[in-house]
Every structure is written in structure tokens, then in C-alpha cells.
T-cell receptor, first 110, second 116 residues
């Protein structure tokens, strides 16, 4: 099945810093989503981005499907950005299943 | 986005008992819902695909007799962990796509199961 790797696995930032999270996937995809998992476990939808670039406030994401990667940019980080960020993909050949990446654990300190 | 609600959010039970977790789609009809499991500090692993009116499809390595899934209506899917044991302690989370189905999945709040 499709493999989804995220980097870095852990990231520690001071408030105000910018960061880039990467998601690599091993096969072509129909869909790709980015999530933020808060300390209570809830998954917050950030972006639905099978291709192209989207922005939402301090967050933006870019997916280059032909090169099999996606990037999540966080600018001017805040302590509330702390948590785990997951990308998840639906492979073109195994549709209707969203497979999660390994995750990036982000800690933002004041 | 679509709203998915799970209940209970936390459950503690004794070893050997069965536990039922409900997943409801509040503002859309879900012909398909997905159940995931997450162990501490790990990613989410797909357990099964729940299909309204038919049998669930389980991922490799997931025991269908252990994790019973029922999807009797377009707004409710249930996961029953039968004869739970401590190794079944985990975070269980369900998801569905809205109407119209754009392919984007929305997740419930999750249910944390602790088996003593």
C-alpha cells in the first residue's frame, strides 16, 4: 500500500518563528488532507489539498502531486499551534481510504 | 464542513466486558464511515470501512469478531469492542465525508478506551 512519511518527526520552536512541515508519499494520490491533532485528541481539518496551494491565515499548504510531496507552512507560530500535525492521503489505486502519515509533533514555547 | 459526533468520549471498563462506541453524522448522510485506532504517540491506523446496510470491510490484521461494526442507518455507525482486554486500550476515532461527497473526510472527537 501507499507509504506516507512526514518530516521532521519533532519540532521545537519559539513563539513567532516560522516552520515548514513536509509530507512525502510513495504513489499517486486522489486526495490529500492536513490535520492538527490537539492535546485532547481531536483532529482539526486544516487543508484539503490534492494539488496546488492554499492559504488560511498564518497557515498555507502546497501539494506537488507529480513529485509526490506536500508542504505545510506555519508562520508566526503561537503556543496554541502546539500538537501533532498529520497529513493523510487517498491513493489513486486504493480509493476511499485515507492513510495517515507518521506525524510531526510541534511544540511552541513562549 | 461536516460534523461527526462520537459517544462516549471516555470509557473505562473491566477486562472481558464489551464496549460500544457510537459515531453519528449530524448534518449529512454517510453511506460510508471509517474507523481508526491510535495508540499513544503513534499515527492513526485504519481499522475498517463501515458501509450502510452491508458488512464492514476490515483492514488486514484487524479481527472482525473482536471489533464488531454496525452501520444500520445513514447517520449512525457503531463499533463494539467485544471481550475487551488491556491491549485494546486505545483512542478510537471515526470519520465520514459530507454531502455532497467532495472526498474530504471529517472526524469525530474520538473515544478513549481504557481496559483494566
Amino acid at each position: 500500500g501507499i507509504q506516507v512519511e512526514q518530516s521532521p518527526p519533532d519540532l521545537i520552536l519559539q513563539e513567532g518563528a516560522n516552520s515548514t512541515l513536509r509530507c512525502n508519499f510513495s504513489d499517486s494520490v486522489n486526495n490529500l488532507q492536513w490535520f492538527h491533532q490537539n492535546p485532547w485528541g481531536q483532529l482539526i481539518n486544516l487543508f484539503y489539498i490534492p494539488s496546488g496551494t492554499k492559504q488560511n491565515g498564518r497557515l498555507s499548504a502546497t501539494t506537488v502531486a507529480t513529485e509526490r510531496y506536500s508542504l505545510l507552512y506555519i508562520s508566526s507560530s503561537q503556543t496554541t499551534d502546539s500538537g501533532v500535525y498529520f497529513c493523510a492521503v487517498e491513493g489513486s489505486y486504493n480509493t476511499d481510504k485515507l492513510i495517515f502519515g507518521t506525524g510531526t509533533r510541534l511544540q511552541v514555547f513562549p | 464542513g461536516a460534523v461527526v459526533s462520537q459517544h462516549p468520549s471516555r470509557v473505562i471498563c473491566k477486562s472481558g466486558t464489551s464496549v460500544k462506541i457510537e459515531c453519528r453524522s449530524l448534518d449529512f448522510q454517510a453511506t460510508t464511515m471509517f474507523w481508526y485506532r491510535q495508540f499513544p504517540k503513534q499515527s492513526l491506523m485504519l481499522m475498517a470501512t463501515s458501509n450502510e446496510g452491508s458488512k464492514a470491510t476490515y483492514e488486514q490484521g484487524v479481527e472482525k469478531d473482536k471489533f464488531l461494526i454496525n452501520h444500520a442507518s445513514l447517520t449512525l455507525s457503531t463499533l463494539t469492542v467485544t471481550s475487551a482486554h488491556p491491549e485494546d486500550s486505545s483512542f478510537y476515532i471515526c470519520s465520514g465525508s459530507g454531502t455532497p461527497n467532495t472526498g474530504e473526510l471529517f472526524f469525530g472527537e474520538g473515544s478513549r478506551l481504557t481496559v483494566l
